[in-house]
């Protein structure tokens, strides 16, 4: 889930910052904005927030 990656990967502090964060808008899923705090994120996303980017590898 979104809120989770953004907490796993060190860009916010908790679970709940996390949902704030996506809340708020800042969140683009392959530069569509993304306000689904639980948003299923898939391998070969990628997911920004302001100057950082995260691109999601599978297992």
């Given at each position: 889930?979104?809120?989770?990656?953004?907490?796993l990967?060190?860009?916010?502090?908790?679970?709940?910052?996390?949902?704030?964060?996506?809340?708020?808008?800042?969140?683009?899923?392959?530069?569509?904005?993304?306000?689904?705090?639980?948003?299923?994120?898939?391998?070969?996303?990628?997911?920004?927030?302001?100057?950082?980017?995260?691109?999601?590898?599978?297992?």
């Open positions: 889930e979104l809120h989770h990656l953004l907490k990967t060190g860009i916010c502090d908790s679970g709940g910052m996390g949902k704030a964060i996506v809340a708020s808008g800042a969140v683009t899923v392959d530069g569509a904005v993304e306000l689904r705090k639980t948003c299923k994120i898939r391998a070969g996303q990628v997911v920004r927030i302001g100057d950082q980017a995260i691109r999601v590898l599978a297992a």
